[in-house]
């Protein structure tokens, strides 16, 4: 995965051979971890020893920019306007980090390629300008990556931990109302967690004002490099040491600040929720907060999992998300993303997807949901019968020749270039162009197809006002290839509408296209057939690298160019649906299992897997359909148009639930 390349080690770690101390790391206690083995809240366990992994290795990458940089020399003059207006708020020089670290009267020494060895006796820097400009961004990278997760943390912490905790206070003083004992121990502890909140809403914007001021010394910092490429003078370089010591004396500011923050969250604040709340209703307060957390986010903290836990503990944290969001199909989005704990660190290939399509569950919503085909499916060219169907059996065997025999008749092509991709690496196995000059015939595995597979296909775009490609479902540059057939399509739907039409007359139970079981495409700009991904391989193609559509999931293979469009993959349901995104204008609801509308969240009516029971009315799938659904107050769900056609039989402007019975006024259902 792209994302999982911070979670390789650094190659500039200080050790004792560079003349730097290393760090002792922080963990989270023991005997806290054990308190809450059983409790849904040691997922918040989990990520706490990821922050504070990751900014243990941040203060490691900034320790080595900070001793590459002390072989710089501190007299130089800097020029009055830069120095001015880079270093003026950057901080103090007097503080002993910064003292301490002053360079020797020797001439500074500056390579742009690979340091000489270091001695174990002396060690002596030198100044690696490409060293620490990687450095630099290594670091700003990884700073990133912890913003964002501490700021989904601490938001969930605001908006849902303190709020549920003194929501139940207020429901104990309520149902108490004796004299003595628990009415006074009550409002003891109302009075204690509003003081808490206090506390950690000020903690909270303390360490807000920390992560934004690093985020502008960062800034300072590339441009301090890029000052110096255009300007390669030892008063630049000066200035890239000033910034880089204002950096190590701001990150150990946040790292202290944050890791007692972290630990006062596990001695009083979960301790306390621990305490008032049920298993059940915390498990309830994980699964809300995790509900708005969106694919990209969980992707984030996944991330941050695999480069700052030891494998053991990794592990035991996507143990504990999977019983956490049981139920769901999160699972399978681990899988799919790469993210299972059994390959989370050697799946590199993969790319990761960081989006879908489609609402699931009320008046606003449209399940667009995948097929729940095995993602272990092979492709096949029509060339091939027995030996490459991969598992299909002997039914699928008969099938695949009734194809052949189908299209005996039918001129057959190669594609104009075919990509494999083995051990990471895609390479090109048949060029038709360099072929037809030695006149030599394609190998067995090059697939063949038809013309009309091979030609683009075109739609008239309503934004565009104009031709583009693509079909009639989505607009974009490519073709999927059917996993079980081979055969090429625009898309999912329009295989699914070729079926419906007979276009296999002999046999119309042939298998549904499954986006997940996708393993190649087609270019519609240079004809080349290649393994999926975000944009074309072909360095000749007309594309210049250009993206097949503005929105890629790379786990469901969806495409969609549409400008207007809004569409987001839900991490739980692992489909794509319409929509901002969750914590936007969708929730996850654990229990039902579905995407939910924001405003119609805290009103809406459980019911467990709601969607996976097929529409009472037409008896078709909810959860797969691409049509529109409709909720009632009762909480069942069907389609939009067969609750139309429903309510307009209903007499005397009433309805009645056809699983609960219950009676509603028609408008209002």
Known sequence: METKSLGKESAFLPDRESGIEPRARAFSDLSTKRLFAECAL?????????????????????DSLVYTASAIQDDYPEPKATKKSTLADQGSDDSPSISSLKGSDNDIKISTTATAPISRLTPMPIFDMQKASDLSTSVASRFHLIWSVFQAHSGAEDEFIWPALKKKIESTKRSDPSPGGTTSSSKKCGCESNLEQESYEEDHATEEALFKQINATLRRLNGSFRYYHANPQPAAVSIIKKVILVLKEQTDGLTQHLEVHLEKEETQCLPMIKMHLTNDEISTLVGQIMGKRSAEMMGKILNLAVCSLPADEREDMVKCLKKAMGGTFFEKWLTMGGWDSSSVVEDDDDESSQSSASSASKTKSSANGED?????????????????????????????????NHSINVKMRNPSRYYTKKHGKISCVWNSMEAKKVSSAPSNDVPEFTQMELVPTFHYSETKHRMVLGCDHYSRSCKLRHPSTGKLVTCRLCSDEERLQHAYPYDDSLPVLDRHA??????????SVQPAGSKCVNADCDSDGAPFAKYICTICNLYDDDENKKIYHCPYCNVCRKGEGLGIDFRHCMRCNACIDMEEYDTHVCITQRLQDNCSICNESMFESTEPLRGMKCGHVMHLNCFNEYASRCHFGRITCPICKQVFDTLRG
Not at 374 to 391: C, W
């Open 372 to 404: 729940s085909g095995s993602d272990k499916s092979v492709s096949v060219g029509r060339k091939r019968t027995n030996s490459s169907m991969g598992g299909g059996g002997s039914e699928m065997n008969a099938k695949q020749a009734r194809v052949q």
């Open 518 to 527: 996708v393993k190649e495409i087609l270019c519609m700009k240079c004809g």
């Open 42 to 62: 040691v997922e918040i366990i989990h990520l706490h020893d990821c922050l504070r992994g990751a900014l243990h290795k941040i203060q490691l990458d900034v």
